[in-house]
């Protein structure tokens, strides 16, 4: 089970950073992602970290932005999000990968958390 926090309202330019706890022991041995998707479009890739945090990947419109990691003592994966913009609104979800490695593909992902909303105002 993936349990996604810390969304909420923030202002342009502002911060905010999600978390999302897994209650699984096998965490560490997946690679971790998140996803969002705002009304009227279809989910898409933010970030994903591999198993043991070293290689990480980012969408094009999130990188220098946004920063993923994990910390497998805590069974935890985030995200940072700085310097937000309007367009950053969407629910964002954490998802396990199948494997080790990440991957920008949804169908790699096998357990979704319930999602967290993020707003941010202009």
């Known amino acids: 089970q993936l349990v996604e926090s810390g969304g909420g309202l923030v202002q342009a330019g502002g911060s905010l950073r999600l978390s999302c706890a897994a209650s699984?022991?096998?965490?560490?041995?997946?690679?971790m992602g998140w996803f969002r998707q705002a009304p009227g479009k279809e989910r898409e890739f933010v970030a994903t970290?591999?198993?043991?945090?070293?290689?990480?990947s980012y969408a094009d419109s999130v990188k220098g932005r946004f920063s993923i990691s994990r910390d497998n003592a805590k069974n935890t994966v985030y995200l940072q999000m700085n310097s937000l913009k309007p367009e950053d609104t969407a629910i964002y979800y954490c998802?396990?990968?199948?494997?080790?490695?990440?991957?920008?593909?949804?169908?790699?992902?096998?357990?979704w958390g319930q999602g967290t909303q993020v707003t941010v105002s202009s």
């Open positions: 998802a396990r990968g199948k494997v080790t490695v990440g991957t920008r593909d949804p169908t790699a992902y096998d357990s």
């Open positions: 699984v022991r096998t965490f560490s041995s997946y690679a």
């Open positions: 970290t591999s198993w043991g945090g070293g290689s990480t």
